[in-house]
């Protein structure tokens, strides 16, 4: 993950080199949900945005290159770094109570999307300067991630453990999709708005998916692989069943669903114009006398 890391930064940072109005780089900022086996609503688990539990919205913070290679399509690279947090306390399932468990997870997020642009207008307010546009457009692409979940309640690292008696990678492929929309002002600075929805091939970003070992001695930690003794509810006729059925080698999660997270950030990034400094030294007197075309100004942003 390191090396993906060094390999974006030195995008960033060559892509100076090239800019002719094509490249623009930037920041981001926003929150973060999840979707997967912790937490949810009174049903048992269901897809995209219907079980999202809105007061475990966390944070993500980013950084970007863009790189427009047709009128219509440009191609980004982002870096994220966001947590992802999940609470069977907050779930309105009473055998997710009964479960007791709980996550959160600082991720490492790389992805290379293509943008189609659907609408624009590069000239905001008709004054026919081109200072000033607005586009809007929807992505899709391939990324991968980092995932590192620990318990809310200490921080203890959970993969180690263990906790269903399964070793599972800490990085994984996804596949982001989503919408957005910027502004340009004075040609070189862009504010926008992005929601992205991100699939996984995982089922354990919260450390959860199948069932409890079969015995204790299959895992790290028994005492985080079981966490239902911990509520120190008393048996009774009526709720035997709910909380026996969490025990060694019982369901435990919905292997039939991947885990899913989303992200919806604000964005600011500088447009970078003209040839870079180097190519003007080097070339900029030959081309200066040469005999010049007169162009029509046209919107170059």
Do not use: C
Request: aromatic share 14%; glycine share 10%.
């Amino acid at each position: 993950m390191k090396n993906i890391i060094i390999i974006f930064l030195i995008v960033l940072t060559t892509s100076a080199a090239k800019a002719q109005w094509l490249w623009d780089y930037g920041v981001s900022v926003g929150v973060s949900n999840y979707l997967g086996d912790i937490g949810g609503k009174e049903k048992t688990r269901r897809d995209f945005l219907a079980d999202m539990k809105m007061a475990k919205t966390r944070w993500n913070v980013g950084g970007f290159a863009r790189y427009k290679i047709h009128r219509k399509i440009s191609l980004k690279l982002a870096l994220d770094y966001l947590r992802l947090e999940g609470d069977d306390k907050l779930s309105s399932n009473p055998a997710r109570n009964a479960r007791n468990l709980n996550f959160r997870n600082d991720m490492f997020d790389l992805a290379l999307t293509g943008q189609v642009f659907f609408y624009e207008d590069n000239d905001l307010g008709n004054t026919y300067r081109y200072k000033n546009g607005f586009r809007a457009y929807v992505f899709a692409g391939v990324g991968g991630y980092y995932s590192n979940p620990k318990t809310l309640d200490g921080g203890v690292k959970l993969r180690p453990l263990h906790t269903e008696g399964v070793r599972y990678s800490p990085v994984g492929i996804n596949i982001p999709m989503g919408i957005g929309f910027y502004f340009t002002i004075d040609k070189k600075h862009r504010i926008g708005y992005e929601f992205n929805y991100r699939t996984t091939f995982s089922d354990y970003l919260d450390d959860i998916s199948s069932n409890y070992p079969d015995n204790p001695s299959e895992s790290g930690d028994p005492s985080l692989s079981l966490r239902t003794p911990e509520l120190g509810v008393a048996i009774t006729p009526e709720n035997v069943g709910l909380y026996k059925s969490h025990d060694w080698g019982q369901k435990r999660g919905d292997k039939t669903h991947k885990d899913s997270y989303m992200t919806m950030n604000l964005t600011y990034s500088y447009v970078l114009r003209g040839k870079s400094s180097f190519y003007r030294g080097r070339y900029g007197n030959f081309f200066n006398n040469r005999n010049r075309r007169v162009r029509k100004i046209r919107a170059k942003f």
